[in-house]
T-cell receptor, first 111, second 116 residues
């Protein structure tokens, strides 16, 4: 079945550091890919998404590019802020059916 | 418009009791999902409703778990004879149709269940 693998956390960075959170997937079809974020005490919300190969999703300074050849959707940000501290979930949706989420990666950004 | 709402926000129960969790999706959303998130873990799919189709129950962990949805509105997740291992945050999400490519899920705040 479909699956999503994310890098193990927690990830701790200093403010203004570069962030990469790796995500790879396996899918039988041609999935859409998502990053969701869960800030402390809040519900999950969509951060960005991409629906086809080589698409780049971007939001709030975060970016991720759909790489079909490497089945990856790594999340990047050039300069993180304390307010980016959260848990980040990579997910896929195959033909709009049920979503499959990765285990989440906790990011802590220190001032 | 209003987002996905869930109630109660917190529930403490004794082992062996039944609990009922409620989800109100975004108006007009035909697809509704339930997930479980144990402490420090990722999301575990439980059940998926889409319109009038038969629900996808493949994620329900045991026959103690069941869910219903009335038309395209409210859904109720019921856990019978609760066990301590059921303690988790139960998340509900809805999406417009559940069939669109790249369709976004909108999550509720969750119900935090603690079984003593």
């Amino acid at each position: 079945g479909d699956s999503v693998t994310q890098m193990e956390g927690p990830v701790t960075l200093s403010e203004e550091a570069f962030l990469t959170i790796n995500c790879t997937y396996t899918a039988t079809g041609y999935p859409s890919l998502f990053w969701y974020v869960q800030y402390p005490g809040e519900g999950l919300q969509l951060l960005l998404k991409a629906t086809k190969a080589d698409d780049k999703g971007s939001n709030k300074g975060f970016e991720a590019t759909y790489r079909k050849e490497t089945t990856s959707f790594h999340l990047e940000k050039g300069s993180v802020q304390v307010s980016d501290s959260a848990v980040y979930f990579c997910a896929l949706s195959d033909y709009g059916q049920n979503f499959v989420f990765g285990p989440g990666t906790r990011l802590s950004v220190l001032p | 418009g209003a987002g996905v709402s869930q109630s109660p926000s917190n529930k403490v129960t004794e082992k062996g009791k039944d609990v009922e969790l409620r989800c109100d999706p975004i108006s007009g959303h035909t697809a509704l999902y339930w997930y479980r998130q144990r402490l420090g873990q990722g999301l575990e799919f439980l059940i998926y409703f889409q319109g009038n189709s038969a629900p996808d129950k493949s994620g329900l962990p045991s026959d103690r778990f069941s869910a219903e949805r009335t038309g395209e509105s409210v859904s109720t997740l019921t856990i019978q004879r609760t066990q301590q291992e059921d303690s988790a945050v139960y998340l509900c999400a809805s999406s417009l149709s559940g069939a669109g490519v790249g369709e976004t899920q909108y999550f509720g705040p969750g119900t935090r269940l603690l079984v003593l």
